[in-house]
Structures are given as C-alpha cells and as structure tokens.
C-alpha cells in the first residue's frame, strides 16, 4: 500500500466512525488539564502511531514512513533519532521494548517484528512472527515475557520464543468488539478497548472470557476510536481518544461501569490531534503517539504526588505544674500535650528535675502519659525547677518549665 492510499485509510476510517456516532461533549464532572506538553519531539516523526519509553528513550513507530525511530533521553523539537529501523516493517503500529532491549513492532500486515537492541537503518528483524491475516493494531509485553498482539477482534498472546507464519498462540482473548488497544499490567491484567469501552481482562483470560470489569457509557467520554490504553502505579487507567475530542481519559482505579473520568487531557495548549498509542510511566508521566500532529508530546503527570510531609520537633508542652505544698512527701508535676505534635505522633516526654545545675531526677514517660508523682526524699530544700519536653518522630522540642519550692 502507497503512502497516500494508507494516510487516506486511517483517516476516512476514522471520519465514518466518527460521523457514525453521536458525542457528547466534555463532562462537568471531570476535571480538564489544558497545559502545555513539556516536551514536543518532531524530527523525523512525522505520522506516529505507537510509543513507548524504556531507558528513557522514546521509541516511535511511524505508520506512513514505515520505520521505527529511537530518540535519545530528553529529546525534544526537532531532534535526530539515533536510530531508525526500516527493513520488514509494513505500516507500524504498535511497539514495544522488552527487558533485554529487543524491539518489538505490530505491523499493519499482521505480524510482528523483531529487532536487536542496536538495530539501526539496514538492519533485518532478528525474527518475525505472528498471523499474517487481519491488521496487527496494538501489541505489549506481558510480566512474564509474553508478546499480547491486538487484532481487530481478538488479542494473540504468542510465547517469548514463537516464530514464524503462523506462530502458535499460547492463549487468545475472543469476541472482542473492534479496536486497536492492549495494555497489560505488571499483574498481568489485560486491558483492550472494544468499540466505546475499555476491559480488564484476568491474567489466565482465554476464548470469550467474561471481562473483570468495563468501563462504558456516556459519563465516561471514551469514543469508538479509542487507541492507546494505559495504567500507572497508583492503577489508574488511561485511554487516548483518537478522533472526536483528541482527548485522553484518566479513570480511578477501581472505575467500572459507566463513570466520568478523573481528568481529562485536551484542549488548545496539549496540541493533542488525533492521539494513537500512549505510554504511562508509573510516576504518572504520560508519552503520546501524536498522529495527526506529527509529532511525540511528553506531558509532566496528571496526578502530581503530593509533596513529602515536613515533619518538626513538637511543640512546648502546654499547662505544666506542680502540686502539693512545700513539705508535703509527695508532688505532683502534671501537663497537656503540646499544641502542635509537630507533624507527628507524640511518641512520649521527658522529665528532668533540677536544682541549680545538679540534676535530681530523670525520667522518660510513654506518649499517654501527662503527669508523674515526685517524692520529697528525691527533691532538695529550697527552689526547684522541672522541666518537661515532648518527642516525635523528628526528636525532642523545647522545654517547658515550673519553678516551685521544696521543704525538707
């Protein structure tokens, strides 16, 4: 297929799908991030479909070009990859790195391809391998190495060591409605999307499984040209909508059914235009395939951790006295906690006595407790002076002090 006659495709494709649907606009409840990418990558990326991160670099596939271009950690504008791989490669969509750096790419003829770490222009697939029937439209690699290939209707799980045309499917998720998306989590949870839903699939999932749960309906936004799919470390889900809004959706963790995303990336700022593949870091960075704007957007997380909690030394301990007359055997010294704990629980007190500079009495008491019971035969004649200090976890704060008066 020529290059004008693929770009038409994917276009009107997605033009019939689109007039085909009714789309409400963006919900009330969720909430829109209108910001700027903080990074924009345009070099030779030029019609990107599908992405991914690893070592830092971003790996790109470019449907039209027919390549898969590697930019070095912290590209941006137009930078020159350091490498491109080319030969075999039949409109690329999805691409993924294993943990050894080989390079794995969907190819619009149905197989995958794949690529030694350092593969560069020229440089023939290690192997290549797949059904060579029906588009393969997304692919990732599972926690245990395995290759999961999203056909239309179906998703391939192939062993880390097939090969060939046909290879052997160790399992197949079935029955799926039609789209483009795979997503598997470090648990192995299968994420696809199916005509305006995503699912989550259980890890064992095989023929026409019943999904987890489905994430569906007019609240949640997602269109049926979803194309990118996506978790982070928190479980939240992320889908890209490829047409209509050029939007991607962030769903809580545990999101099902017909529920309003979180967030909502989109608007003029994002430049987002017809996002294809997506690649969420587990901090929450999000990487887009920016198909339509030629180029690759990083955008910083949607959902910024909050900031570490600055813990302090606790306040003075409040109200502290002493009771019982001069002569009496026994006094009592009592107190209230601190008004500020400091940023953290009060783990106990201590209590010093004092005469001048000779220490009477020291004494280390749990977090409940507020008072203690001095014994004249400890004490000395004359003005004594105790002094009170709480701990947490940061360490000890300021004293608070009580002059009284001891008679022997």
């Known amino acids: 297929m020529n290059r004008t006659v693929r770009t038409s495709a994917v276009l009107s494709a997605v033009a019939l799908v689109a007039a085909a649907m009714v789309v409400a606009g963006p919900s009330a409840a969720a909430d829109t991030v209108n910001v700027l990418p903080e990074r924009e990558i345009t070099g030779a ?45 039949d409109g690329p969509r999805g691409v993924a790195v294993d943990d050894l750096g080989f390079t794995y790419v969907a190819n619009n003829n149905g197989l995958v391809s794949v690529f030694a770490p350092d593969a560069d222009t020229g440089d023939a697939p290690v192997k290549t391998f797949g059904t060579g029937t029906g588009a393969a439209l997304g692919l990732d690699i599972g926690p245990t190495g395995s290759i999961f290939v999203r056909k239309s209707t179906t998703v391939n799980v192939y062993s880390p060591a097939a090969v060939g045309n046909p290879a052997t499917t160790t399992r197949q998720i079935t029955g799926l409605g039609g789209g483009s998306g795979v997503h598997v989590t470090p648990d192995g949870t299968t994420w696809v999307d199916s005509a305006a839903a995503l699912h989550a699939f259980a890890p064992s999932a095989a023929g026409a499984a019943t999904p987890l749960r489905t994430i569906t309906g007019a609240a949640t936004e997602l269109t049926s040209g979803i194309v990118g799919i ?61 198909y339509s704007g030629k180029s690759v957007l990083e955008f910083g997380p949607l959902f910024p951790a909050a900031p570490p909690k600055v813990v302090t030394v606790p306040g003075k301990p409040r109200a502290l ?17 601190p008004s500020s704990n400091g940023g953290a629980r009060i783990t106990g007190y201590r209590l010093v006595v004092k005469k001048g500079n000779k220490v009477l009495l020291r004494k280390n008491v749990g977090a409940s407790k507020r008072s203690f019971t001095l014994k004249r035969a400890k004490l000395r004649d004359g003005r004594v002076t105790v002094f009170v200090k709480a701990k947490n976890a940061k360490g000890y704060g300021k004293n608070a002090t009580k002059p009284f008066h001891v008679r022997k």
Do not use: E, I
Request: net charge positive; charged share 15%; proline share 5%.
């Open 230 to 290: 996506g978790t982070d470390s928190a479980g939240r889900v992320y889908a890209s909508n490829f047409h209509a809004f050029s939007t991607v959706l962030a769903f809580a963790p545990g999101a099902r059914g017909n529920v309003a995303p979180l967030k909502v990336l989109g608007g003029p700022a994002t430049r987002l235009n017809y996002p294809a593949h997506l690649d969420v870091a587990g901090n929450g960075r999000l990487v887009v395939a920016n």
């Open 45 to 89: 990326t030029t019609t990107p479909f599908g992405v991914t991160k690893s070592a830092g670099r971003t790996y790109v596939s470019n449907y039209v070009q027919n390549n898969v271009v590697v930019y070095a950690a912290g590209a941006n504008g137009a930078a020159a990859p350091l490498r491109t791989m080319t030969s075999g490669l």
């Open 321 to 337: 006295k002493v009771a019982g007359k001069r002569g009496a055997k026994t006094r009592k010294v009592s107190w209230r906690a």
